[in-house]
């Protein structure tokens, strides 16, 4: 195994955000031994079965973002995912939750795995930050509207989820007005003002 080669696979390593599948470096012209080299080295770590990280690289969460922002350009990261991102939660999402308007086309990703989110235009376009992770800029709810849209899909996330990001959102300061107002957009305004009075 040539240093060239280990050369070559950290740089397409470096241009697909630091993750490859074992199927795409082979396609780029990674050579399975020059892999496997790579991770008996510890260059590159296994971060799920066939998907290698390079060592040093950014977070495997953030990688996962990164990833998404990438392949699925109107993606916005939502809900659990945006809740980890903002450190509003103890929970640690298995899967990438995206939100897509009603129109997009389904993704087609292999990896990380998604949890997808249909959301209507103004539900889809409100509250959108944009993050730069590793020199790619990521779409992610601002904490405000996450908290709003874990009301609104709290049957599927879990309330116990939504009620403790809440608790921590208004003890990071969130804006109770902005809170409101994203409220409003997801029609959840009546169910969540009880618990914010509670908390308040």
């Known amino acids: 195994m040539k240093t060239t080669s280990i050369q070559k696979a950290t740089i397409l390593f470096q241009q ?7 199927s795409q470096a082979i396609r780029l012209g990674i050579s ?3 892999l496997y080299g790579m991770r008996d080295a510890g260059l590159i770590v296994e971060v799920t079965r066939g998907a290698y990280r390079l060592s040093g690289a950014v977070s495997i ?3 996962d973002l990164v990833q998404v922002a990438l392949r699925v350009p109107k993606g916005i990261i939502c809900l659990l995912s945006s809740l980890a991102f903002h450190k509003l939660t103890t929970q640690i999402p298995r899967q990438v939750s995206v939100a897509l308007p009603l129109d997009a086309e389904k993704p087609r990703l292999a990896y990380p795995p998604v949890r997808l989110f249909w959301l209507s235009q103004p539900v889809y376009s409100a509250g959108i930050e944009n993050h730069l992770l590793d020199g790619v800029t990521v779409l992610i ?3 405000e509207k996450t908290l ?3 009301f609104k899909f709290r049957n ?8 403790e990001a809440l608790k921590e959102g208004l003890g990071q300061g969130c804006k109770l007005e902005t809170l409101l107002e994203f409220a ?13 009075e509670a908390l308040l």
């Open 141 to 143: 709810y601002s904490r």
């Open 16 to 22: 697909h955000s630091g993750i490859l599948r074992t």
């Open 32 to 34: 399975p031994r020059t």
């Open 184 to 196: 409003r957009i997801d029609r959840v305004e009546k169910t969540m003002r009880p618990y914010l």
């Open 61 to 63: 969460e953030h990688s």
């Open 156 to 163: 599927k996330i879990g309330l116990d989820v939504a009620l």
């Open 148 to 150: 709003a849209d874990c």
